[in-house]
């Protein structure tokens, strides 16, 4: 009960800061963040808002995003949910009757479109959509991951043996009509009808499609994969849209659908499963080469531009090729690369507590969180730590790169790490991990590679990461006033709010740190 009680008082205490439950006109949740479409957005105290407790950090994207961290969110949103509704039918609070007015209407809608016009380019756009086509896929593919990776161990022990098949089927049953959803929600984000998306992806998986010779090749179940299910889903958007136009209403609900899965399922058997299937082979193959004859440098690379590229909104484009990995191979070779970014992050909050003894604001904050932050969950240490103070993000990517070629090393070895799933990292990563040479060894790499990133995080930011002058400005005492500090959420500057989340979190361009 006293758990339900702060949920409820935290989203009690966040909603008259974003405007009351006049203001909100959507509300939704990812792993991390509560995610608010706003009427008017002049009606939100940032200031205020960071300085309640549980907020780590705010970011503007298309959404009004409130960084509340993982477990919290899928706690708060419920709650709030509930207070919306409740203001709705209650009477306009005192200083939100105004939201309804058509000029501060305007003026919010004003606001939202000058800011999605900053980060709408088509490029960033595009990559907003994989994102939210992939990352609705998450949760099953990491439940599945970890069910393979169970039934993995229990065949390896010869335990369970009347089991083992049953665990098989329901760790293979998702991928192998991955195809499927992914065609489900590309029709859905493009602006088509789901269903029809989804049936016209299911002609990839389908067995009968064994009976069909394409550029001079018999096609096989599952040839294009997760490609080619989102290009024939992006096709049949297409010719249902041009149906919608010029076919009669009184046949619409013969002729359309038809007509979808007609077109776009020919094109589909006839020229995108091989195409896709030729990219997602070379998809494979360049990555086996990459870690092969380059592993520690191309990891060292990787590893240490992946939070660059979360602040660009880049790392976007890699979730196609992350499933594409699993598909083809069982497990991803990129990801527990990437993953040592967070690594990196971790010992460079370490860093920061050593190196500002007398700053408990800051390093209260790197105590609480930090546990989230091994876990791979990155935002409460980005938002309350690295990007405020500037350096110690960039001696995180460090940390990152030397964690990421370690694990590259290995890869160019001949030792295999790969990830079963997408989503988590650090520690939490422990479950999915893969590879070519038994799991005690894929676990020993992965386990080396972050502490590799730790170590070299934490010298880095040590030695390198504060200035005399940001050290004279944070090693003091401070309270905890919302213009520097979130009561514990750590230092915020003018940018602070503005910062992308952690590995785990597909983010979006926002803008530089405010102190380097």
């Given amino acids: 009960m006293a758990t339900e009680d702060k949920n409820r008082a935290t989203a009690a205490a966040i909603l008259p800061l974003v405007g009351g ?3 909100i006109s959507s509300v939704a949740h990812c792993m991390t963040r509560l995610r608010l479409g706003l009427r008017d957005r002049s009606l939100v105290d940032d200031e205020a808002l ?39 039918v209650a009477a306009p609070e005192p200083g939100t009757a105004s939201v309804s007015a058509e000029e501060p209407a305007a003026q919010g809608a004003a606001i939202k479109a000058q800011r999605k016009a900053k980060n709408a380019t088509p490029f960033k756009l595009f990559l907003r959509r994989i994102a939210d086509i992939f990352v609705p896929l998450i949760p099953a593919l990491i439940g599945c991951g970890i069910i393979a990776g169970l039934n993995g161990l229990l065949v390896n022990l010869g335990w ?44 990839i998986v389908f067995p009968g499609v064994a009976n069909i010779d394409a550029f001079g090749q018999t096609l096989s179940p599952g040839q294009g994969g997760v490609l080619g299910a989102l290009g ?22 013969l002729v359309t659908p038809t007509l979808t899965v007609l077109v776009s399922g020919l094109v ?8 896709a299937g030729e990219v997602s082979s070379a998809i494979g193959t360049f990555a086996d080469w990459l870690l092969s004859n380059g592993g520690a440098g191309a990891g060292f690379v990787l590893g240490g531009l992946f939070l660059p590229l979360v602040m660009l909104g880049l790392h976007q484009a890699l979730i196609p090729i992350h499933t594409t990995l699993i598909e083809q191979q069982g497990y991803t070779v990129l990801l527990p690369i990437l993953a040592m970014a967070g690594a990196g992050q971790v010992g460079a909050a370490m860093a920061v507590y050593v190196r500002l003894p007398r700053n408990e604001s800051i390093r209260r904050t790197i105590r609480s969180a930090l546990p989230a932050g091994l876990l791979g969950v990155g935002e409460p240490l980005i938002y309350g730590v690295s990007l405020p103070l ?87 005492s401070q309270d905890p006033a919302p213009s520097t500090v979130a009561a514990t959420g750590g230092p915020h500057s003018a940018t602070a709010p503005d910062a992308p989340g952690g590995p785990t979190d597909p983010g979006s361009p926002e803008k530089a740190p405010a102190r380097v």
């Fill in 232 to 253: 024939a889903a992006v096709l049949a958007v297409y010719v249902e849209k041009w149906c919608r136009r010029w076919v009669p209403e009184a046949l619409d609900v």
């Fill in 268 to 275: 589909t058997v006839f020229g995108l499963m091989y195409v």
């Fill in 160 to 203: 369970l043996p009347a089991v083992t098949p049953a665990l098989a089927a329901m760790a293979s049953g998702f991928l192998a009509l991955i195809a499927v959803f992914v065609g489900y929600n590309t029709a859905k984000e493009f602006g088509g009808t789901p269903i029809l998306g989804g049936a016209v992806a299911a002609i």
């Fill in 50 to 88: 960071r300085a309640v407790p549980a907020v780590m950090g705010v970011v503007e994207d298309d959404t009004y995003q409130i960084v509340l961290g993982p477990g919290t969110v899928a706690r708060v949103t419920p709650e709030f949910e509930q207070l919306v509704e409740e203001g709705r």
């Fill in 390 to 476: 500037g350096r110690p993000f960039v001696t995180a990517c460090v940390g990152g790169a030397f964690g990421g070629g370690f694990v590259g090393l290995f890869n160019q070895l001949g030792d295999t790490v790969g990830s079963t799933a997408i989503g988590p990292s650090g520690w939490a990563l422990f479950p999915l991990l893969d590879g070519n040479h038994g799991l005690g060894s894929t676990i020993a790499v992965y386990a080396g590679g972050l502490l590799v990133g730790y170590v070299a995080g934490f010298v880095a930011t040590y030695a390198f990461g504060f200035s005399k002058d940001l050290l004279t400005e944070f090693n003091v």
């Fill in 21 to 23: 439950a006049a203001n």
